[in-house]
């Protein structure tokens, strides 16, 4: 527990609000039940349906005081009633209208910090915006939470302060970061709007500058990471005054572990026990789950089971999809294979199936979240990334902290189709190979170094105390900086011109 005079002498409270999807809660709630350790009060603010799945990761009951839902905003075009979560959501091209569906939130949610007492910090996930301007009004600092690393941030920074990608003809010729020249990027390491040559008027772009323009504008961005990892990133972003990075992970450490979310805590699920079997057979698994909302097509999905085929692996795969055509590819998969491959198409514990034992590859699209997972238990990368920032977090896997090996596409390209062969031999090499050997060698390293940082007296133990010292003295109103706005950052409207 942390012990601080500031702490001890009158009793922080932070209200968490992450954004409904899986990937930007799942860290926050971590983040929660570190502070609950510190004995810091917290109030969670979500929506009526994401309720259950905090409560259970919290192991707090359904209808405790200190989770607050309120209303998701209903009849937003293409959003069905009762979607709440983006993972729920029936395409991801619905992301934009869902996201800035969560603005009318806003009187909902000052309603509720108007009824709370002495609110010390509000953490809130980046895609939140405007819930830096309902801090403003209570005069409460906010913290920002992006849920990616600093590499991303740093090259991002760079790549869109130099115009980097109105330069090369194709999007998969390599252009050079200019403040970080080892690293070489394509513009087909950006989705959409973020890879135009020439970016023009676009709300998911309006939408992308919003949200950095108010994380430039709140008291501190917490990053799910650990200095040691990424000193030079970190330090990179830290050497402009707003908004410091604060790095406090990997989150997914927090002790006590959570309690198996969307299970009963002592059911132990069907492929828990075939990890067991394989363990007892020494047959190593490679794990293959690509996040909570990548869509993947019919005839990629065909490729990826004859390429888990044929490496003759041992393979537990998580499929998202249910529908009738994809249902028929792994019961044909599931013939074929008999024992030596499991398919799961439920919610898996993926931290619990991480740390088994039996599991010594990660097949992964590379969401930030399941890269520290590797991380944090040890298992190497076979990077496949899919969309969003998962195209940099790769490079940073493969080409920066060396932990993974990459997924061999059919033209070369960063968004080419993988073949069954591009598979099958990666994980082959990754299982089995050389350089296989080599990034298993540096996984166990790096995740040495994570158990440091987030152990009493490591790096992220160390500034998540100066962080709530810091807060609390903010409060106390012994600092200048209080809740309000730093400073305009005009540099961010670059990423129009
Ligand atoms: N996750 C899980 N079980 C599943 C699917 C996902 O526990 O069946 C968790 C995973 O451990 C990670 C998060 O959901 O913590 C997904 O976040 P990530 O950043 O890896 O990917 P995203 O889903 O955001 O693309």
Redo the contacts with the bound molecule.
Sequence with gaps: MASSPLEMASSPHFVIFPFM????T??LLHLSRLLFHRRIKLTIITTTTNRPFIARFLGWTSDDPNIIDLPFPSQVQGIPQGIEST?KLPSISLFLPFATATKIMQPHFEQALGKLSHVTAIVSDGFLSWTLESANKFGIPRLSFL?MNNYVGAVCREVFLNRLLSGPESDDDLITVAGFPWIKITRNDFDKPLNQRVPATDPHLDFIIESSIATANSHGLISNSFYELEPLFVDYLNSDPKPKVWCVGPL?LAEPQPPM??ARVDHHPRWMGWLDQKLAQKRPVVYV??????EISIRQLEEISKGLEESQVSFLW?V?KDDEETIVVMKDLEERVGERGLI?R??????G??KHESVKGFV??????????GICWKVPILAWP???E?HLNARMVVEEIKIGLRVETCDGSVRGFVKADGLRKMVKELMEGEKGKEVREKVEEIGEGAKKAMAKGGSSWRTLNELIDELQRVRLGSDESKGESYIPVDDLHLLRI
């Design positions: 999807s899986k990937g930007h799942i860290p993972d849920g997914c979310v969307e789950a690509f996040g909570s909302q990548a998580v998202r799961v439920e919610w898996v514990d993926q931290m199936v991480l992964s699209h590379c969401g930030w979240n399941s890269v520290l997972e899919m969309m969003a998962q």
